[in-house]
C-alpha cells in the first residue's frame, strides 16, 4: 500500500534561517502533490501544489520541488519567522482521495 | 464567511454512546471528504462524497460509522456505539474536484473524547 514519510516529527531552526522539509513516498506515483500548514487545534490550510511535469514552483517566501526519480517532495521556507511556526503536511492524491503524511513540526526561534 | 463550518467542535461522551457531526461545505463545491486525526499524526481519510453519491469509504472504517450527504449539501458522520479509540479530532474539507485536482478547504474540525 502507498506509504507517506515526512523527515522528522520536529524541526526547530534559528528565525531568518531557510527551512526545508522532506515528504517521500512509496508504492506508488502520484500526478501532484499539495503542502498543507496546519496549526495546533485548527484544519489544515492549503499552500501549494505541484504537477509532476514542474521541477519547482514557488509563492513568496515558500518553494516547493518534485522529484518524481526520487519519490519526494521538499518544501521550503526562506527567511523564515516565527509565524511559520505550525506542522507542515504533505498529501499527494491517491486515486480519487488524498493521503496526508504524518507532519513535521517546525518550530521558528526568534 | 463562506468556510467549511463543523458542528459541534467538540464532544465529550460517554463509551456506548452515539454522537453525530454535521458539516456544511462551501455551497458551489461538489466534493466533501471526512477525515479523523489523532494526535502527532496527519489526517486518515474515512470517506468522501460527490454531489449526494457516497464512493469511496476507508477500509478500515467499522460498521459503527456512518455518512450521508442528502441532496449533495450538508454531510453528517455517525458514530454508533462509541468505543474510547474513536477519540480524535473528525476533520471536514470540500473541494471542486475539476480536471483532476483540487485543494481542499477544511473545517475547523469537530474534537471527540469519549469516557
Known amino acids: 500500500s502507498q506509504k507517506i514519510e515526512q523527515n522528522s516529527e520536529a524541526l526547530n531552526i534559528q528565525e531568518g534561517k531557510t527551512a526545508t522539509l522532506t515528504c517521500n513516498y512509496t508504492?506508488?506515483?502520484?500526478?501532484?502533490l499539495q503542502w498543507y500548514r496546519q496549526d495546533p487545534g485548527r484544519g489544515p490550510v492549503f499552500l501549494l501544489l505541484i504537477r509532476e511535469n514542474e521541477k519547482e514552483k514557488r509563492k513568496e517566501r515558500l518553494k516547493v520541488t518534485f522529484d518524481t526519480t526520487l519519490k519526494q517532495s521538499l518544501f521550503h521556507i526562506t527567511a523564515s519567522q516565527p509565524a511559520d511556526s505550525a506542522t507542515y503536511l504533505c498529501?499527494?492524491?491517491?486515486?480519487?482521495?488524498?493521503?496526508f503524511g504524518p507532519g513535521t513540526r517546525l518550530s521558528v526561534l526568534p | 464567511d463562506t468556510g467549511v463550518s463543523q458542528d459541534p467542535r467538540h464532544k465529550i461522551t460517554k463509551r456506548g454512546q452515539n454522537v453525530t457531526f454535521r458539516c456544511d461545505p462551501i455551497s458551489e463545491h461538489n466534493r466533501l471528504y471526512w477525515y479523523r486525526q489523532t494526535l502527532g499524526q496527519g489526517p486518515e481519510f474515512l470517506t468522501y462524497f460527490q454531489n449526494e453519491a457516497q464512493l469511496e469509504k476507508s477500509r478500515l472504517l467499522s460498521d459503527r460509522f456512518s455518512a450521508e450527504r442528502p441532496k449533495g449539501s450538508f454531510s453528517t458522520l455517525e458514530i454508533q456505539r462509541t468505543e474510547q479509540g474513536d477519540s480524535a479530532m473528525y476533520l471536514c474539507?470540500?473541494?471542486?474536484?475539476?480536471?483532476?485536482?483540487?485543494?481542499?478547504?477544511f473545517g475547523e474540525g469537530s474534537r471527540l473524547t469519549v469516557l
Open positions: 508504492n506508488y506515483s502520484p500526478a501532484y
Open positions: 474539507a470540500s473541494t471542486n474536484f475539476i480536471g483532476g485536482t483540487g485543494e481542499l478547504f
Open positions: 498529501a499527494p492524491p491517491y486515486g480519487q482521495n488524498f493521503v
